[in-house]
């Protein structure tokens, strides 16, 4: 299995640029996740989905984030404008509920490092 | 609140213990575990422990759990430098519907010779 997949790994962008990251789940997840890592905040999460439907987005951080989920093997975590402070690691996340072992684990992709000058 | 908490240093020399603590904050969450994040990657899982268990071994690992207190505490034994790493705690409690990680800041742990 290649794990969970984002792209791009880093992003460098000016303020007010739109910025786009990628996500492919685990082939048969029916949960993602999506978290932001910064020093000062720790790993916060900002929606999650079940079944390509957002659940609970209330650690989005404003109306500037914008999470999809078209099918169940892509997502997209939009930033726009993107402003310095969105600076950070993106991470994606995926999980079967219910699955064999029934553990809750969420498997991470390895990150987008955003910044944003 | 929602606080996991973990002390953010630890410090060992090669082949000693290392022992990594944790306060979670929800008796009722089923699951706990161990992610460790090495330098410019995700988080890896390393292992995990159901509530019902007070004890998890494997290989160097040993995860020792205290529900009374809400403790959670990771030994790793004959610490190597690829232990080297940030170790975070995570629960999942029932008031995210068991959706909702729950992670601690991190304890970077340093492994020198």
């Known amino acids: 299995d290649a794990g969970v997949i984002q792209s791009p790994r880093h992003e460098v962008t000016e303020m007010g640029q739109e910025v786009t990251l990628r996500c492919k789940p685990i082939?048969?997840?029916?949960?993602l996740f999506w978290y932001r890592q910064t020093m000062m905040r720790g790993l916060e999460l900002l929606i999650y989905?079940?079944?390509?439907?957002?659940?609970?987005d209330s650690g989005m951080p404003e109306d500037r984030f914008s999470a999809k989920m078209p099918n169940a093997s892509f997502s997209t975590l939009k930033i726009q404008p993107s402003e310095p402070r969105d600076s950070a690691v993106y991470f994606c996340?995926?999980?079967?509920?219910?699955?064999?072992?029934?553990?809750?684990?969420?498997?991470f992709g390895p990150g987008t490092r955003l910044t944003v000058l | 609140g929602e606080d996991v908490e973990q002390s953010l240093f630890l410090s060992v020399r090669e082949g000693d213990s290392s022992v990594i603590n944790c306060t979670y904050t929800?008796?009722?969450?089923?699951?706990l575990y161990w992610y460790k994040q090495e330098p410019g990657a995700g988080l890896q899982l390393l292992t995990y422990?159901?509530?019902?268990?007070d004890m998890k071994q494997d290989q160097r690992l040993t995860v020792l759990l205290n529900k009374k207190d809400k403790h959670l505490s990771l030994r790793i034994a004959d610490t190597q430098t690829g232990d080297s790493a940030i170790y975070f705690c995570?629960?999942?409690?029932?008031?995210?519907?068991?959706?909702?990680?729950?992670f601690g800041a991190g304890t970077r742990l340093a492994v020198h010779p």
């Open positions: 996340a995926s999980t079967l509920r219910g699955g064999q072992g029934f553990t809750d684990t969420q498997y």
């Open positions: 082939s048969g997840h029916d949960y």
């Open positions: 989905f079940n079944n390509n439907v957002p659940i609970d």
């Open positions: 929800d008796s009722s969450s089923t699951y």
């Open positions: 422990i159901f509530s019902n268990m």
């Open positions: 995570a629960e999942i409690p029932p008031s995210g519907g068991y959706n909702k990680l729950i």
